[in-house]
């Protein structure tokens, strides 16, 4: 079992260790994507979707809902989910022994109770072997690891934010996609791309642009290790000869890969992140001939 909660900023998540727990995480972070998916207005390359971070987990921020909004937020330090309003309902469920069968019936339940009226697709998205909210009786959620994925997503936010804030150009927040479970940032050119050949409805919007993506991800069943990424799209010839120390160029995945435990253990983590960040988009602008100014 992990050990104190405030031993690192970069703690150690081992992927085994809260695999089923990651696992019901991820459809309670579905069941809430999705009602934001529903209630928010569409923006290009799906960016009316993520939950953002906060200081204790994850949220929507604030949807439409006529006169008024509705946020849902999770705190994953005391294991509660909180539903509120602009016009002063509030309301909140815990995490701890709940089901996601249950977690999804209760959270419509509150919503329609406070007269927020909301309706999405059951089934999850983006994982193999999908089960439906109302059949999934997993409820492996642990109070011990959670908060320390919650932990490792804060320094990541920072990081990523660190270097986000001076780029001009296009680009996106430092985002929490439900879907695919991960924190992505983006930048773009400001070109239009076309989605590749077979491209289905997800990867369509999001491939109409030419972008940069980094980002954190704890670990699936491609990559049974926490692991930071980048990629560019549409992906130029020669873009693997990049030097993208302190990580490197995975074939099989078709992206730079950076084990989170090399971070973890670098003397300064925050800076060789960076450091990883600043190659991989000098990469980018060599072999695509992006502007550097953007």
């Given amino acids: 079992m992990p050990s104190s909660l405030h031993e690192s900023a970069w703690p150690a998540l081992p992927y085994d260790s809260w695999r089923d727990s990651r696992a019901t995480l991820h459809m309670f972070t579905q069941v809430v994507g999705k009602i934001r998916l529903s209630r928010s207005p569409a923006e290009p390359e ?13 949220t929507t921020g604030p949807m439409p809902d006529g006169n008024r909004s509705f946020a849902l ?4 330090l005391r294991h509660r989910l909180h539903v509120a309003t602009s016009d002063g ?24 109770h406070m007269g927020v009226s909301v309706t999405i697709n059951p089934h999850p998205q983006e994982i ?7 059949d999934d009786d997993r409820a492996a959620y642990d ?3 959670v908060p320390r994925f919650h932990r490792v997503l804060t320094s990541v936010d920072q990081v990523l934010q660190r270097f986000r804030a001076p780029f001009r150009g296009k680009h ?24 590749e ?15 940069y993506c980094w980002g954190f991800w704890p670990g699936d069943h491609r990559l049974p290790e926490p692991a930071f990424y980048s990629y560019v799209f549409p992906p130029p010839e020669g873009i693997e000869g990049t030097d993208a120390a302190p990580g490197a160029w995975d074939p099989a995945m078709g992206e730079f890969i950076l084990p989170y435990e090399t971070i973890r253990r670098a003397p300064a983590p925050d800076d060789a992140l960076i450091d990883f960040l600043e190659h991989t988009y000098e990469g980018a602008v060599r072999f695509s001939g992006w502007n550097r100014g953007t």
């Fill in 197 to 211: 050949p077979g491209a289905g409805v997800i990867r369509r919007p999001a491939e109409d642009a030419e972008q």
């Fill in 143 to 145: 109070p011990v690891w």
């Fill in 46 to 58: 799906w960016q009316h979707v993520p939950l953002y971070i906060t200081t204790s987990g994850l």
């Fill in 172 to 195: 996106t927040r430092v985002q929490f996609f439900w879907g695919s479970f991960d924190v992505a940032y983006v930048r773009f050119t400001g070109r239009p791309a076309s989605p």
């Fill in 73 to 76: 937020s999770f705190d994953l």
């Fill in 128 to 134: 193999p072997d999908p089960v439906p909210f109302p």
């Fill in 89 to 112: 309902d509030s309301a909140s469920l815990g995490l701890v022994d709940r089901s996601v069968a249950r977690f999804y019936g209760d959270v419509l339940g509150i919503l329609a």
